[in-house]
């Protein structure tokens, strides 16, 4: 096993340090919001009696933990991706194969900020190609790989039947907390409801019980999200596992950018210009070769840019 250098020691300490900081972040803010939430719950069923349109305020109840809880996915993928590059960095210390020693003085040049450049395109091209995304998308994994063989970004599949898969249930857990608190948020709304109801506004009754439905319609959107997002950290591609693998293609793609532009034996270059042009070109080409993500990053680095931008 080789030896990490300094630049390496200096990235591994400060990702570490931002790993703990992001989960440490949502557990303050998970404690926060169920102590908001009970003081809130203890302010309704004061006043509520007396003033039904309080129960409305409940909303924001809801907001606050359906907000943490999405917090919660983004901090743990902040982890996993950081993990993973530690983890990235503990394996190709041990490769033997040519292409590695070929690359290997560049890649262990290669700065925090220029990987996370790279990860941004590299990465954020592969989740779209596997998941569907957007912001009324759950992320569940696309048909077309769904059934792929190797599926090397879902380490389940890759063990035997007899063994497990155990990535911990800390934000399982904290989700599943966060996301009753929200359904118990609704009980205001509905109290409201009769409320209004015994007292013949029909008028007020027929929007709170739209807004109760709408309500109720966006929390269970949310929480196929959240748990979508979850078994991604989880047991998908933005586990540590699968992060330590998207890394290590993730920085070959800019290796092979840098070799496009034409560096020198140190890696230094005359101009970063065509560099994204190039890392969304390789981006691209790895997701036809997704199943096949080993041999793309085994092939030798100067063919495959002869191959694919002369």
């Known amino acids: ?6 630049n390496e020691k200096e990235i591994l300490k400060y990702i570490r340090d931002e790993a703990l900081r992001v989960k440490d972040c949502f557990s303050q803010y998970s404690f926060q919001s169920m102590a908001f939430s009970g003081a809130f719950f203890i302010l309704i069923t004061t006043f509520q009696p007396q003033h039904p349109f309080v129960g409305i305020s409940s ?6 933990v359906l907000a943490v809880a999405r917090i919660g996915t983004h901090k743990y993928g902040t982890a996993n991706r950081n993990y993973g590059y530690q983890l990235y960095l503990e394996r190709i210390s041990r490769l033997k194969n040519t292409a590695h020693q070929n690359r290997k003085d560049l890649i262990r040049k290669v700065g925090w900020e220029e990987a996370m450049r790279a990860w ?38 890759l063990l035997q ?48 019980v739209f807004l109760t439905i709408v309500t109720s319609a966006i929390i269970i959107f949310r929480i196929l999200k959240t748990r979508a997002r979850r078994k991604i950290l989880e047991e998908g591609l933005l586990c540590i596992h699968s992060c330590s693998i998207m890394w290590h293609a993730v920085i070959v793609a800019y290796c092979r950018a840098m070799i496009a532009l034409e560096c020198d034996k140190d890696g230094n270059i005359d101009t970063y210009r065509n560099l994204s042009r190039y890392l969304s070109i390789f981006a691209i080409d790895l997701n036809k070769n997704i199943g096949n993500i080993h041999e793309w990053i085994e092939f030798d680095d100067h063919t495959y840019v002869k191959k694919y931008l002369l």
Not at 1 to 6: A, D, H, R, V
Not at 59 to 64: A, D, E, Y
Not at 175 to 201: G, M, N, R, S
């Open 1 to 6: 096993m080789e030896e990490f250098t300094y």
């Open 59 to 64: 909303l924001l109840v809801v907001i606050l």
């Open 120 to 157: 941004r395109i590299v990465q954020a091209t592969s989740f779209n190609n596997l998941y569907h995304a957007g912001f009324w998308n759950i992320n569940y994994i696309k048909k077309d790989h769904a059934n792929m063989e190797y599926r090397w970004f879902e380490p389940k599949t």
């Open 161 to 208: 039947k007899e063994a497990s898969w155990h990535a911990g249930s800390y934000l399982g857990n904290m989700t599943v907390i966060l996301h009753t608190i929200a359904f118990l948020a609704l009980i205001p709304l509905i109290i409201t409801c009769f409320q209004i109801y015994e007292k013949q506004y029909y008028i007020t009754l027929g929007i709170l």
